[in-house]
């Protein structure tokens, strides 16, 4: 039987230390939203370690919504929704959120996905609710690795929209919509966490 339960090995990788970040800034009780959720491992694992973390995964891909069903049905978490079809450009859920989480998603979309996931974050968290963002970001327009900057190479030769932003661009961003960065954490690999606050 064929299985539609994606994996990735980056997933594995990250998914504890984006635990152990979310743990120090998030409420033992939170409705979270994650953009892009991909394979759904993530929404798995975190809605797995914190029964209080309402997790609702989302992604626009069908193949990604098949496979995030998939390992929802075989964890059988009672926190972890059935996945949505969300596109972060389109209309948001009128539900209100104590997070947003998006994970390795700015680099690997155009600039106008930064705006709309700002726009989409800044009316659907609650006051004080976090956006967390995950990924490789330039630091006062230099790359933080030798690494990140082939990588960021790639992406623009696969995509001229794509590639790594820069953390003051993006923070300018989150604060026309009320969001403020709150912290900045160095995570494996040469990527950051994002912690930002609605004011």
Same mark, same amino acid.
């Given at each position: 039987?064929?299985?539609?339960?994606?994996?990735?090995? $980056?997933?594995?990788?990250? +998914?504890? !230390?984006?635990?152990?970040?979310?743990?120090?800034?998030?409420?033992?009780? $939170?409705?979270?939203?994650?953009?892009?959720?991909?394979?759904?491992? =993530?929404?798995? =694992?975190?809605?797995?370690?914190?029964?209080?973390?309402?997790?609702? !995964?989302?992604?626009?891909?069908?193949?990604?919504?098949?496979?995030?069903?998939?390992?929802?049905? /075989? /964890?059988?978490?009672?926190?972890?929704?059935?996945? +949505?079809?969300?596109?972060?450009?389109?209309?948001? @859920?009128?539900?209100?959120?104590? /997070?947003?989480? $998006?994970?390795?998603?700015? =680099?690997?979309? @155009?600039?106008?996905?930064?705006? %709309?996931?700002?726009?989409?974050?800044?009316?659907?968290?609650?006051?004080?609710?976090?956006?967390?963002?995950? #990924?490789?970001?330039? +630091?006062? #327009?230099?790359?933080?690795?030798?690494?990140?900057?082939?990588?960021? %190479?790639? &992406?623009?030769?696969?995509? !001229?929209?794509?590639?790594?932003?820069?953390?003051?661009?993006?923070?300018?961003? /989150?604060?026309? =919509? #009320? &969001?403020?960065?709150?912290?900045?954490?160095?995570?494996?690999?040469?990527?950051?966490?994002?912690?930002?606050?609605?004011?």
């Amino acid at each position: 039987m064929n299985d539609p339960r994606l994996q990735s090995p $980056a997933a594995a990788r990250n +998914r504890q !230390p984006i635990l152990e970040v979310l743990r120090q800034v998030l409420p033992e009780r $939170a409705r979270v939203l994650e953009l892009a959720s991909g394979s759904g491992e =993530h929404a798995m =694992h975190l809605a797995g370690a914190v029964p209080g973390w309402t997790w609702q !995964p989302s992604d626009p891909n069908p193949r990604a919504l098949a496979s995030i069903a998939a390992w929802r049905e /075989a /964890a059988g978490l009672a926190n972890l929704r059935e996945p +949505r079809q969300l596109d972060v450009t389109d209309d948001w @859920p009128a539900e209100r959120f104590e /997070a947003v989480v $998006a994970i390795n998603l700015l =680099h690997i979309s @155009p600039w106008a996905v930064t705006e %709309a996931l700002m726009a989409g974050a800044g009316g659907s968290l609650v006051p004080s609710g976090v956006l967390y963002l995950y #990924g490789p970001f330039r +630091r006062e #327009g230099c790359p933080t690795a030798p690494s990140n900057a082939a990588f960021d %190479a790639d &992406l623009r030769a696969r995509d !001229p929209r794509w590639g790594i932003r820069d953390l003051d661009d993006v923070t300018v961003e /989150a604060e026309r =919509h #009320g &969001l403020m960065l709150d912290k900045v954490v160095e995570m494996p690999a040469n990527n950051l966490s994002l912690v930002f606050r609605r004011s």
